[in-house]
């Protein structure tokens, strides 16, 4: 689904509607020319995982990481930047397949393309176009369309288990 925004702030309120979706081990690509608004969608991300730090591009730092404070399954969010890295081994050098396949961390990756080899295909690829003097935005269909992405805790599936159970129990006590 492309969506165009036609300012920061709704860049950003994009960011928070994809971030609500966000499950940890999910891994974020943003893929688009330079200021086409990488850095600005993943404040937006960031701001709906409960970040209050303020989001940064990281180009010289290749990953940071904020600590998640708010009740998510997530312990942490990566958000990495390859723009000056050469390679994907300087990248696996700097200890990024680490964070790439923590299961307890939500990446988003800037310019992905240097490590192409090191994603999966569950990885959720994003492109950021700015043609035209126009900022659009291709998001996977079904981000948007199915937001309920998180994770359903093992509790309440027993927890359902344990109630069709008692209903059938009862249904055939009745009967
Ligand atoms: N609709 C829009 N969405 C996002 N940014 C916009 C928009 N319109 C204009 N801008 C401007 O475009 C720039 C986007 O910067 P941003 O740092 O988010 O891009 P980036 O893709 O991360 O760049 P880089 O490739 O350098 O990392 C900002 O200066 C912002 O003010
Ligand atoms: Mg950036």
């Known amino acids: 689904m492309i969506v165009e925004t036609k300012s920061v702030e709704e860049t950003m309120s994009l960011g928070r509607k994809i971030g609500a979706t966000l ?33 940064t591009s990281p180009t010289f730092t290749l990953i940071q990481i904020h600590e998640l404070k708010k009740k998510t399954q997530a312990g942490q969010f990566a958000h990495i930047d390859t723009y000056r890295t050469k390679s994907a081994e300087e990248c696996i050098g700097a200890g990024i397949t680490d964070i790439l396949f923590n299961e307890k961390t939500i ?3 800037e310019w992905p393309n240097k490590i192409k080899k090191l994603l999966t295909k569950e990885t959720i690829n994003i492109k950021l176009n700015t043609k035209n003097n126009k900022h659009e935005i291709n ?14 805790p093992i509790a309440y599936w027993l927890f359902l288990i344990i109630m069709i159970g008692f209903y059938l129990a009862l249904f055939k006590a009745v009967q």
């Not at 998001?139 to 359903?152: E, G, N, Q, S, T």
């Open 107 to 109: 990446c988003v990756v």
């Open 23 to 55: 499950k940890a081990g999910d891994v974020v690509t943003l893929s688009g020319d330079l200021g086409s608004g990488k850095t600005t969608l993943t404040k937006g991300i960031a701001q709906a995982l409960g970040i209050t730090q303020t989001i």
């Open 139 to 152: 998001v996977p269909d079904h981000i948007l369309k199915f937001p309920i992405r998180k994770k359903i």
